[in-house]
């Protein structure tokens, strides 16, 4: 059996590999695997993966969120629908004052006028439409300015956007059609709610709609004017700014998500020119407005040189600002930076390994999953600390069990070995077959020999060489060894088996 990883992961248990096999002659024809071929290999990104989806229906806490951000005070005039701000306005301060039952009296309520009334008082104005021409003071600002106070003209503009809004079913609809795949319907209707309201909301799948393409052809410099129209949006740093939970990595708010979309355009060049120094200042803004992951994607384009000059210290900075907000991905490339584990490795970063378990073990404690599995090669190795093998098969299970195919192949040579687990070669085979069809090499060709010795379950020679023959294409030396003796003891029948997982037929319909 071998235990080898990628080529930077040699686990502990390399020198069990079985070079030649000890292969009986051919029995009866066995049960054929039912899967020689492995599955595409899952998608791990050591990036922030950003998916801006909305499934299970229109929550209509977006709808909310939005009409309440568009009657805001900072978003519509100094009024907001409200009069001018006092402390005694303050959300905790009104839900104290309700809950005391101090709202009873006229002198503990903020004044305040309705979209009946904008020129006075609501309890004791006169009922009128604040879209009514004659309700205009000739004398006052434009309705559509701000003003320092709040005056007429603030009054009818915020009480005009409430009367709309109130009303409105624009952006509700345009959800509800674009769940259901009526993206011309949810175009027209984002346009609406855009015109009507300026919802960013609607500017932000109006961008999404014409760069995939959705109901109309791909526009992508019209996606890029629609997702600046998001970010060029009046910006409250105090309300508007999200709040990161660690426990939440992807949770991301529509401005962030326009300016991680402009990043990922002008990084790959999605119908437009290819410029990494503009999606790097994407990435920046997405950091100012509060997403903290962003600071890692700012570390990756520091230590590779793309769209920036290539330089460790502000790297580091980034990475260890990231790291304090709770970002795992940060914690993760620390200890790949300590341990000399990265593609290109910049210098002036000492080797480290204490450090590094450290920052793989808070990433694992965050779920991570590359960090688990590295945390767990680093106790079964004494890399940095006493060997702890034991405690390396907690981690690895929780890897493997995750799906990661590297942990699985680790874990399996374990229960093979019947090291601190009980023996169990029945529960070996079946996490290196798991992990083989995780397109891992070393566990494609420990199943091929197990299968072809028949241990932990029935012995099937066409499956074995089927298995060998995918590690081998792998680059695999051992399976490349190992292959002609395998074939040599296939029988007419195994080899047309073999080969037919190798080259599957179409299935007819």
Known sequence: ???????????????????????????????????????????????????????????????????????????????????????AEDDVTLAYMRDMGMMDSPSNEAERFSDLSPDGNAKTGTHRSPLDPSTADPNDISGTSPAVACGGADRRFSASRNWIARKDKSLLQAFEAYEAGNYTEARAKFEEGWNKLGYEEAAMMLGRIQLLGLGTPANTPRAIEWLRKVLDARYDPVGDRLRFDPSKPDQINTRVEAALLLARIHLTGQGTKRDPAEAYKWWRKALDYGFEPAGTLLAQAHLSGIGTQADVKPALAYLQAAAEAGDATAFYMLGQLYQHQLPKQPAGVPLDLQRAGAYYGAAAKAGHLEATFAAARMLDLGEGVPAAPERAVVLYKDAALKGHADAQNALATFFYSGEVVPQNLATARQLFQAAARGRQPDAMFNLAVMLAQGQGGDKDMAAAYAWCALAKGQGHAQAATALPAIAAKLSPDEKARAEAMLKPTARKS
């Open 1 to 87: 059996m071998t235990g080898t990883h990628r080529p930077i992961l040699q686990l502990n248990w390399a020198a069990r590999a079985v070079l030649a096999l000890a292969l009986a002659s051919p029995a009866a024809r066995a049960q054929q695997a039912d899967a020689a071929k492995p599955a595409a290999t899952p998608n791990t990104l050591n990036a922030v993966k950003v998916t801006g989806q909305r499934n299970g229906g229109v929550d209509s806490s977006i709808i909310t969120a939005a009409k309440d951000k568009i009657l805001g005070r900072n978003f519509a005039s100094s009024c907001g629908f409200l009069s001018g701000y006092s402390a």
